[in-house]
């Protein structure tokens, strides 16, 4: 599909702007020549109308609530895939043959253990330290032991660093989890497939291994892979930025869990929990959490409410509050947690406030719910959002690095300080108090 071309008027100029059209039918103004023949920029907070990049890894379209991964709807790749294969996808491009997904799979089954070193790393840690905090340090610190397979315009360097940082994360995960809690680290098994192994290292003691529910390794698998890439968002943003500049996979994929951290994108899961049990403990009445989410004046949000893309319904969350459902049930538990959020959801989705704002569940609303029930710590919870995210920053990453279009990151700004005016030493400096 083609479009004329864009005509920006500003003040007596007038400029013809080429238009992009994407796969999809996306129509893009292309202003990389538009302050060289303007003099003008654009002005867009949080980047809302402003694609950064061209990509072929993920398609949202926010009004239809559609989300594939090259391609593949999420309700498909949810229900028939495997985390690793979807890992494989993401990066790859196309769904991998038994053959090469059996190497992959045998690859980072290969690469799960942590230099021993590590260990140290975690017991430097205080025992409440927050696993984001700990996880994006120990993502780092693979820098200083692989500084040979660093290189981003080395395929060999790139593919291994790729490979080490998704097998290793769970295993880090697990191991600063067992520093928390003072317990003895539980080393990879490579008899288990990826979910059930970091299962095992988290819930597993030297003692009695941990027995592994079918329901609960299906469940978690379903979970990381709705996880696994959401296109641009804050975090993969900050991946990509950061390795613009030509910094390392490790270095670029900390800063994305850092990013990942903020209450406001994957940090969200915690504080929902958090919210649902101070609505539980206050005796269940939410009137009083949907005032103040209402409320313009209190800083309070609905947490697992609203995205800047969806516009009618995650369909991400669709999908967990079902598996939500079926995992309690599957456990034979009765969550006083998941009443008050479909309670929640039901009031929500009835107020116009929300209505009007199209305010709907997000992927974190639910998930909190199930990785609860599933024994994880609330403070982890983000942390399990940053396993699902890897292959997405990994994939995103590595698209960015070999686009020979990649420039560094480097957005305008509009001024809007003080004059130029003349330096006043300290001794002549008026008291402003
Ligand atoms: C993730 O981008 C991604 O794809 C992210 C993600 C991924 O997979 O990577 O999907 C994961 O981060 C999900 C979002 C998790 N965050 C939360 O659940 C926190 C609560 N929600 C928000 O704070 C908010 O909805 C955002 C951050 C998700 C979206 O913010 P936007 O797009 O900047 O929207 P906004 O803050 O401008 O809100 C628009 C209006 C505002 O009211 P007005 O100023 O126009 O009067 O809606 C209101 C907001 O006050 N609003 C809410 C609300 N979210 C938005 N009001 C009450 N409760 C909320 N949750």
Redesign the pocket.
């Known amino acids: 599909m083609t479009r004329e071309d864009a005509t920006l008027r500003v003040g007596d100029g007038e400029y013809e702007l080429p238009v992009i059209v994407g796969a999809e039918d996306e129509v893009a103004v292309d202003i990389n020549r538009l302050r060289a023949t303007s003099g003008v920029v654009t002005f867009d907070r ?1 980047f809302a109308n402003t694609a950064e990049t061209k990509s072929a890894i993920t398609f949202l379209d926010g009004e239809q609530g559609i989300l594939r991964y090259r391609g593949y709807p999420i309700e498909q790749v949810a229900e028939r895939s495997s985390f690793l294969e979807v890992a494989y996808l993401l990066s790859n491009g196309q769904l991998p043959t038994r053959s090469q997904l059996d190497e992959y799979v045998d690859e980072i089954t290969h690469h799960t253990m942590l230099r021993e070193d590590m260990k140290h790393f975690f017991e430097a840690f205080p025992r409440d330290a927050h696993p984001m905090q700990t996880l994006a340090s120990a993502i780092s610190a693979l820098a200083t032991y692989y500084p040979d397979a660093l290189d981003p315009r080395d395929p060999w360097a790139m593919d291994i660093s790729m490979k080490r940082l998704l097998a290793k994360v769970p295993t880090m995960v697990a191991w600063s989890y067992k520093h928390s809690c003072n317990q003895p680290y539980v080393y990879p098994r490579n008899d288990l497939d990826y979910v059930a192994n970091f299962l095992h290292m988290m819930f597993s003691f030297p003692v009695e291994e941990y027995e592994i529910d079918p329901a609960v390794a299906k469940a978690l698998n379903v979970l990381f892979i709705l996880h696994a890439d ?1 296109e641009q ?3 993969a943003t900050t991946v990509r930025v950061v390795g613009s500049g030509h910094a390392n996979l490790f270095s670029s994929v900390a800063a994305g869990v850092h990013a990942l951290s903020g ?4 940090g ?1 899961n915690q504080r929902v929990v958090e919210m649902l049990e101070e609505i539980v403990a206050a005796g269940g009445d939410i009137a009083p959490f949907v005032a103040r ?1 209402k409320d ?1 004046d209190d800083p309070f ?9 969806y516009k009618n319904f995650d369909p991400r969350a669709q999908i967990i509050k079902r598996y939500a459902q079926e995992v309690l049930e599957k456990l034979e538990r009765d969550d006083p947690l998941l009443a008050a959020a479909m309670q929640l959801e039901e009031v929500a989705l009835q107020d116009d406030y929300f209505i009007e ?1 199209k ?1 709907y569940p ?3 609303f639910y998930s909190g719910v199930i990785y609860r029930t599933m024994g994880f710590p609330t403070d982890l919870f983000p942390v399990l959002f940053a396993i699902g995210r890897m292959p997405g920053w990994i994939a995103q990453w590595r698209e960015m690095a070999q686009d020979p279009t990649t420039r560094i990151g480097r957005p305008r700004q509009i001024y809007v300080g003080e004059g130029k005016r003349d330096w006043v030493e300290l001794e002549k400096r008026a008291d402003r108090s």
């Open positions: 949080g959401h968002n804050c975090s209450p406001l994108h994957g969200a989410a313009r949000r609905l947490m697992g409410f609203g995205h800047r893309v704002k305010l997000n992927v974190d």
